[in-house]
Structures are given as C-alpha cells and as structure tokens.
C-alpha cells in the first residue's frame, strides 16, 4: 500500500500511526545496502591499503548500470577491454578484482528504507526480529521487506509505504500562502479536471514545477500532444519510462486523427476507450491476459511481474 505525504510533514504522520495502533505495532523497515561492482572494488583497495587513486580509476573503468539493469563485474570486463587488460597485466589489479568476485552482491551495511513501514496485529516481536536504527534511536526491523512481505515467502505482513515528496508540500504551502494573501480558501482535493486554461498551459511547455510533468522530455511531447483531458495527462505520465515511451508517437497521432484508432481484438475496446486502443497501463495488461487469454486474476499477476 503506497502513500505520498508531503514531505515536510512524513514523521507527523508516522508517529500519528505508531500512536493509533500502539508503538509496540509499528516500525520501520530495515534495508540492506550490498557491494555492488564499483564500490567493492573500492572497499576492497581500501582494506587492502592500496592507494585511492588506484582503486578509484580501477573503480571507473567499471560503467554506470543503468535502471534494472545493474552492473556486474562480469559484465564490466566484457564491455570494457581497457579493465579486462589491466586485469591481465598488472597482479595487484588481478588481485583486487579476485577477491571483489568473492564479496560482490554481499550485504555492506544496513540502513532505514526510504518509505515502508510494517504494522502489526499483535505485537513486532511476533513476527519479526527488531534493532534500534544505524546512528539512532527509534526501533526498526531487522527483517527486510522482502522478507516481510509473503512475496518471498516472508512473514505475510503487508508493506506500507509512506513516501515523503517535496511537490506535496509546496503546495500546501501555496495554499496556505493564498489564503493569507488573497483570503481565497483553494479546495485542494476538488480542483476541477476539466480546466481549459490548465491544459493550455500545459500544450504551451509552462511546466516548470508541476509534479512529474516538468523537464525537458516531458515538456517536448505535451507541446506535441495538446492535452484536453486528465486522461492525456494520466496516459503521459504512463507511458513516459524506457520500453512504453516508443509508443508515445502512436498514441500522439492517434488522438490527432480518430481514423487511425484501432484495436488487436474488439474486445479490448471496453478498457482502451480512453487510450485510444493503445496498452498503456498494467491494468491493461492484466484485463486483456484475463479477457482475451482466460488468465486469473492470480495467473495475470504472476504475468505482470513478469
């Protein structure tokens, strides 16, 4: 279960809960930092006593992963001749990167995640083992989400993540100032979604500061696509992430020119009306494997993370 909260107001909330349902139900949820290829390599070095500026250009040979796709050793001395040489030629690098095969993807240090928080029925020390917090005082599981969840075949507790963003609370704020200003009360919560001007503004690239709309991308394909719904809106935000962003073209020239809408099977047309026939959500996914595939609800899940 996944919340946004203002950022500036996340503890609030926090110990409003572990006050509700009692501190002996509520902490928040350990998390493992591991050696990962480049920070190995460097630990490694260190203990060692090689010198810094060794490991740290050993170090940099090894590239960036990139989201999902994490980097590895292995992978490194592939795509890099220069790093697989050194290894070849110099016995302290050959040395460094031995034992760092050994340590990569072990755990490093423990740290409190950014958002998931575990609550309980009955007392933690039911279900979990718990620690005071690394350079703290508040208690923390010492059990992961992973293993806190049934997903892995953890505890079968549900994770609930409280995330603290910075968009929320500058806009409470802007509420806050209009009111004291211009002593107008905005309704945050029933704002009109139909607001022509908004979506103007929108097709003209002014989106300096709207939540997930800013930036350079974004802004470059709302000037193309000329919102006039919140379901372009909704749709974007969808589709704008590596693998779905190829079919942003599609879905623009479809809105533009209705005869260019199509559907694989006319079934689909029942939950890709407002996306003009385009899969864009994982709800989509899911309703066409149980719709058309005869998947369960249970089975389309299990395809989804796939």
Not at 85 to 106: H, Q, S, V
Not at 139 to 149: G, H, N, R, V
Not at 182 to 192: F, Q, T
Not at 251 to 266: A, M
Request: aromatic residues 8%; contains cysteine; glycine residues 6%.
């Amino acid at each position: 279960i996944d919340l946004d909260i203002a950022d500036d107001r996340r503890d609030e909330v926090i110990a409003w809960i572990a006050e509700h349902y009692g501190q002996d139900k509520v902490a928040q949820i350990i998390t493992f930092g591991t050696m990962k290829a480049r920070a190995v390599v460097r630990d490694v070095g260190r203990a060692l006593a090689i010198p810094y500026g060794k490991c740290d250009r050993i170090a940099k040979m090894i590239p960036l992963g990139k989201q999902g796709f994490e980097m590895t050793l292995d992978k490194a001395m592939k795509l890099t001749p220069e790093l697989k040489d050194i290894y070849e030629t110099d016995d302290e690098t050959k040395r460094i990167i031995n034992i760092a095969y050994k340590l990569e993807g072990c755990v490093r240090h423990a740290s409190i995640h950014a958002a998931a928080l575990a609550i309980t029925p009955t007392p933690l020390t039911d279900y979990t083992p718990l620690q005071v917090e690394p350079d703290g005082e508040r208690m923390i599981t010492q059990y992961d989400m992973y293993s806190i969840t049934d997903e892995y075949g953890g505890v079968g507790l549900l994770k609930f993540d409280f995330l603290g963003i910075k968009n929320l609370a500058i806009l409470a704020d802007a509420v806050a100032r209009v009111k004291k200003t211009r002593n107008i009360a905005v309704d945050i919560e029933n704002i009109p979604i139909n607001d022509a001007k908004t979506y103007e503004m929108l097709a003209r690239g002014e989106t300096e500061g709207t939540f997930q709309l800013n930036g350079s991308g974004m802004t470059r394909w709302l000037k193309e696509l000329r919102p006039t719904s919140i379901h372009d809106i909704n749709a974007m935000v969808a589709l704008y992430r590596p693998g779905p962003m190829e079919t942003i073209p599609s879905y623009i020239e479809r809105k533009h020119n209705s005869k260019l809408i199509h559907y694989l099977d006319p079934r689909m047309k029942e939950y890709l009306d407002f996306s003009y026939g385009i899969l864009v959500y994982q709800d989509d996914v899911l309703l066409t494997a149980i719709k058309l595939g005869g998947y369960s609800w249970l089975e389309a899940d299990a395809l989804r993370k796939a």
